[in-house]
């Protein structure tokens, strides 16, 4: 039973409670979660700004920094330092609109595509490792479950 109160946050006992202390607790898991156990050029989060850079290259499509907060799920101000710190790098750039001044978007340089794919290989490495520990069933059955949880969840907030 002593298991059972470190879920509790407003101590009802109500196993709903215990739920969403558990959601907290993947959610925390998933932001500290390493994609790589070998020493990577940028972080999660940066890769996966990068990854969003890549897919909208390759569709045609331009990014401005508001558009990439909300696929990241992360704060416009948090993007902002990012794509700083990765333009004194020589990793991004921002280029105005050509209409709109206000707007910039957000591109990759062409150096950045190499150290992009060592990176990715490292990654795919990692997680296969982490597959073929679970196996491919139990992750694929992970994966869809979450996807339903999550289509839940969204259908809910919709409704």
């Known amino acids: 039973m002593a298991e059972k109160k ?6 009802k006992g109500d ?17 500290n ?11 999660n989060t940066e890769l996966r700004m ?9 569709e045609n499509r331009r990014l401005i920094s508001t558009q990439l907060a909300n696929i990241l799920g992360i704060t416009r101000s948090a993007v902002s330092q990012i794509v700083q710190r990765l333009e004194k790098e020589g990793v991004i750039k921002r280029l105005p609109d050509e209409v ?5 978007y957000v591109e990759l340089t062409d150096t950045v ?9 490292k990654c795919i490495a990692f997680v296969g490792e982490l597959v073929d520990e679970l ?4 992750f694929e059955k992970m994966y869809a479950l979450f996807m339903e949880f999550m289509s839940i969840a969204k259908r809910k907030i919709s409704e």
């Open 6 to 11: 470190e879920w509790l946050i407003l101590g």
């Open 15 to 31: 196993k709903r409670e215990e739920y969403l202390c558990k959601i907290f607790m993947m959610m925390k898991q998933r932001d």
């Open 33 to 43: 979660m390493a994609i790589s156990k070998k020493k990577t050029c940028f972080n």
């Open 50 to 58: 990068i990854t969003e850079l890549v897919s909208a290259k390759m």
């Open 100 to 104: 709109d001044k206000k707007i910039a």
């Open 113 to 121: 595509i190499e150290q992009y794919r060592d990176d990715v290989e």
């Open 135 to 138: 196996g491919e069933e139990k």
